[in-house]
């Protein structure tokens, strides 16, 4: 995004006044949606707004405040250098709007409300139900929304402020998050027991734990599409895994179907899996040593004041599994 320079009006005293008496709070969240978004068209769509409605709604700002914010594209926005301060100001007032629901249950003696939580689909992590159970017994008033969805979704959900929190992995990890460790996954390339490519895989060795991942890139693949973790897309980018696409699914139970159904070779975290292989239906294909892993976080704004929701589970989830933060730099 692009800052725009922009000659200097110091406001009058009555011009002030005037912005309070007029301000809307809905012209703030609007404007924060367009910059967000980098485009009117893209926040109209975002949101399931009109796009003449949004931009309306930022010419009522610039109106109200009194200096022109950005510049506005078909494409882009360009923010002024009286835009960017703005913004800033309007992030921070929302994270401000956003807590006073519980900062007023807190005061009352009680903490209530919802907790909006995005997080990636499936997710074995024993830690994550032990803390919804451990936060739910302590704090019986928060009702929980969960949204599941991608991992990149989730991480732009906690970014926006649609959700509370994200439980997701991310492998460019953000200076404006917070991230808990809350545990690792792990990936195996699994095949159906009694599937054409098994068979084939047996009668050159009886042993799956000596199968080397570029053998298998002849064979076709089921992919994950944008829920497919970048450490992951990397292991297979680098073996040659996935050029033959049998099949594509948008969630891990629907490519684990495609590969019990015999349609291909996939990936599944091991956890989710282990009921499968248990029972003979799913055979893991590679050594153990060579699997790709990653880490899990509990991911909230770095801004989220304290006494909410949000900030009592990660209290939660840091008393249960001794986590450490992870900074940026690391």
């Not at 002849?218 to 497919?228: A, C, H, Q, R, V």
């Not at 009592?312 to 989830?317: D, Q, R, T």
């Amino acid at each position: 995004m692009k800052v725009i320079t922009q000659n200097a009006v110091s406001p009058t005293e009555q011009t002030v006044k005037a912005f309070i008496r007029k301000v809307d709070w809905n012209l703030c969240r609007d404007f924060l949606a367009i910059v967000e978004y980098g485009g009117i068209g893209a926040a109209a769509r975002a949101t399931g707004r009109q796009q003449p409605s949004l931009s309306a709604s930022l010419k009522r700002f610039e109106n109200h405040i009194g200096f022109t914010l950005c510049s506005r594209s078909n494409r882009r926005i360009e923010l002024t250098p009286s835009g960017k301060a703005v913004f800033e100001l309007c992030r921070e007032m929302a994270c401000c709007v956003m807590a006073i629901p519980q900062h007023a249950a807190a005061a009352a003696g009680c903490v209530e409300g919802t907790l909006r939580v995005s997080m990636v689909a499936d997710l074995g992590i024993r830690a994550v139900d032990d803390a919804i159970i451990m936060f739910h017994e302590i704090y019986p008033s928060v009702s929980l929304h969960i949204d599941v969805a991608p991992w990149r979704d989730t991480i732009e959900a906690v970014v926006r402020g649609d959700a509370d929190i994200g439980i997701s992995c991310d492998n460019a990890p953000r200076d404006t998050l917070r991230y808990v460790p809350i545990g690792r996954e792990e990936q195996q390339l699994y095949c159906h027991a009694s599937s054409r490519i098994f068979q084939e895989l047996k009668s050159c060795s009886p042993d799956t734990t000596q199968y080397k991942p570029h053998i298998f890139s002849k064979y076709n693949f089921i992919l994950t599409g944008n829920d497919e973790p970048q450490e992951l897309f990397s292991f297979r980018k680098r073996h040659g895994l996935g050029r033959h696409v049998g099949g594509q699914a948008d969630t891990l139970s629907e490519a684990r179907r495609l590969i019990r159904l015999g349609v291909g070779i996939g990936f599944l975290p091991t956890d989710f899996a282990a009921g499968d292989v248990q029972n003979g239906q799913l055979v893991p294909l590679l050594p153990e040593a060579i699997l790709p892993r990653y880490p899990i976080y509990m991911i909230t704004r770095t801004e989220t004041p304290d006494g909410t929701a949000a900030s009592l589970i990660v209290n939660v989830i840091i008393s249960r599994t001794a986590g450490k933060e992870m900074q940026k730099s690391l």
